[in-house]
């Protein structure tokens, strides 16, 4: 069995050389090397804190070592210095348990490097005069681009809230009937948030499901009314179906669409759990157009497109490190395919909400101005955005258009 430091040092390994996400990496370490609940939450604590402090740390390590170092060792580094100062864990267990990680020949160097930043940790943590997308670790073209659109202040609050873990928020699922009392909160009406473990018997009987209020925000600009015909069509993994549905009071008036047939078991799953049992799950792609037998059809159509995920980095650690400037004008593209495909499903007089988890205007404002100058017929009922720097949860888009 692994221990989760030697765990987090594969999982780095294996993350840097490949594609696959953190979380998932995460899971499938932890389910492998037979984790307790305690060891897989100081593995998850040492990789997500990796992931979000990547510059930071490699900051401290060139203040702690001049010279070149393999990708192991960096890796080892970095994550017993997370352990010792971002965690905060106690100093010997931190340094030993971070040594016993090297082979033979590089333990000498891990030791010296671990005791001098145990010994110099007031000097470290003092970050005059170092650039603030080293300090909140962010690719600088990303600190570039929200200094352009938000100005510096807000560029940088927005890259501390992302470097901070989400918390656990969850929604109290009107179609199941539950004596479970959600405690008083200010979120708005049905989020409530989850102090210490999450209640696996009410997620198991579909009572809550966990969301951010974010997410509410284009389902009530949707505002689906009971019998009227609805689509989703970037539907997995279903938390903004669930959102219809219960407003609607249930799914038979539900069509559920993703072009990821891999992720419709999951929908599928979370929609049965949630009592969401006759609403129809379909493949489609949404980059080519809708089969006919859609056509006219829909009174409602919420498209949650595939989008950059910036509003989410707080949650998704990976994506600021895999996200390219490029990848931004692809997302457009697609996105306009998305709506062009969808409008003609529409019934006259229908509305589309058009919504993302990004706070880039490209893939909001500006492309929704865009599509409005493209169709006369379509006119601009309400927009909501979210920023996590201004509202303190997760970033969120949406616009309402209405087809004459
Ligand atoms: C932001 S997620 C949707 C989240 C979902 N609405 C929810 O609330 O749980 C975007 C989804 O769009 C799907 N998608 C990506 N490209 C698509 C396309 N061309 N047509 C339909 N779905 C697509 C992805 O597989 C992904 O599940």
Avoid at 162 to 171: E, V
Avoid at 297 to 325: E, H, M, Q, Y
Avoid at 330 to 346: D, G, S, V
Wanted: neutral net charge; contains cysteine; aromatic residues 6%.
């Amino acid at each position: 069995m692994k221990s989760p430091r030697r765990a987090a040092v594969s999982i780095l390994r294996a993350w840097t050389k490949g594609h696959a996400y953190a979380e998932n990496l995460i899971e499938r370490h932890a389910s492998r090397n037979d984790l307790s609940s305690a060891d897989r939450a100081l593995l998850n604590a040492i990789v997500l804190g990796v992931l979000r402090n990547l510059r930071l740390l490699d900051h401290w390590i060139s203040q702690l070592r001049k010279g070149k170092l393999d990708d192991e060792t960096r890796d080892i580094l970095r994550v017993g210095l997370c352990q010792l100062l971002i965690l905060e864990l106690p100093d010997h267990a931190a340094v030993f348990e971070t040594v016993e990680l090297g082979k033979s020949g590089a333990r000498g160097l891990i030791n010296a490097v671990m005791r001098r930043a145990a010994a110099t940790k007031k000097k470290l943590f003092d970050l005059e005069g170092v650039p603030p997308e080293t300090c909140y670790s962010h690719p600088e073209w990303l600190f570039k681009r929200w200094k352009k659109a938000y100005g510096k202040e807000e560029a940088i609050e927005l890259m501390a809230f992302n470097n901070h873990p989400a918390p656990t928020i969850a929604r109290l699922n009107p179609l199941v009937a539950s004596d479970f009392q959600a405690p008083e909160s200010d979120l708005p009406d049905g989020f409530f948030q989850i102090e210490g473990p999450i209640p696996n018997h009410l997620l198991a009987s579909g009572a809550i499901y966990i969301q951010d209020p974010a997410t509410r925000h284009s389902v009530d600009l949707l505002d689906p009314r009971p019998g009227e015909r609805v689509l989703d069509a970037c539907a997995a993994p279903g938390g903004k179906a669930f959102l219809i549905a219960a407003a609607q009071g249930g799914g038979k008036d539900l069509v559920c669409t993703d072009s990821n047939e891999k992720r419709l078991p999951r929908l599928r799953e979370n929609l049965e759990r949630l009592q969401i049992k006759d609403a129809e799950i379909d493949c489609h792609d949404w980059s080519t157009p809708g089969p006919g037998k859609w056509h006219g059809a829909f009174d409602a159509i919420l498209l949650d497109v595939p989008c950059s995920n910036t509003g989410v980095f707080r949650r998704r650690v990976d994506v600021r490190w895999r996200l390219k400037p490029a990848d931004i004008t692809a997302l457009t593209k697609l996105q306009r395919q998305i709506i062009e495909n969808a409008l003609p499903c529409l019934k006259p007089g229908g509305r589309l909400v058009y919504s993302t988890c990004s706070v880039e205007a490209e893939e909001n404002a500006a492309l929704i101005d865009a599509v409005l100058a493209d169709h006369p017929e379509l006119s601009l009922e309400d927009t909501r955005q979210a920023l996590p720097q201004r509202d303190g949860t997760d970033g969120a888009f949406a616009a309402c258009l209405r087809l004459a």
